[in-house]
Nanobody, 123 residues
Framework: QVQLVESGGGLVQAGGSLRLSCAASRLTFSSYTMGWFRQVPGRGREFVGYTSWSLGRTYYADSVKGRFTISRDNAKNTVYLQMNNLKPEDPALYYC????????????????WGQGTQVTVSS
């Protein structure tokens, strides 16, 4: 059974940084596009960005572009989300997700999900 486990969430001041990690197991990691999404109560799960299975290309939502960076280490089966200059609108439960091969910005396009890690930003 595929497992995705996020870590690294916490409380940070506005303008600060956090680095989230997502460790994957029981899948051929290099064949999967890895996405990050976030969700706040009462709202749908929002696309943050992805790193593609081929060449590790990245793509970001406009709301995080220039502040967030996604990277992956195929040797460690891990994907990272570096979040800089965190803003009051960034707090959410952050999820990583896996999709076989082709990238997607759609939540429904991902086959596997982690349990989420909470990010809180204080002003």
């Amino acid at each position: 059974q595929v497992q995705l486990v996020e870590s690294g969430g916490g409380l940070v001041q506005a303008g600060g940084s956090l680095r989230l990690s997502c460790a994957a197991s029981r899948l051929t990691f290099s064949s999967y596009t890895m996405g990050w999404f976030r969700q706040v109560p009462g709202r749908g799960r929002e696309f943050v960005g992805y790193t593609s299975w081929s060449l590790g290309r990245t793509y970001y939502a406009d709301s995080v572009k220039g502040r967030f960076t996604i990277s992956r280490d195929n040797a460690k089966n891990t994907v990272y989300l570096q979040m800089n200059n965190l803003k009051p609108e960034d707090p959410a439960l952050y999820y990583c997700a896996a999709r076989l091969r082709e990238p997607s910005t759609l939540r429904t396009g991902y086959n596997y999900w982690g349990q989420g890690t909470q990010v809180t930003v204080s002003s």
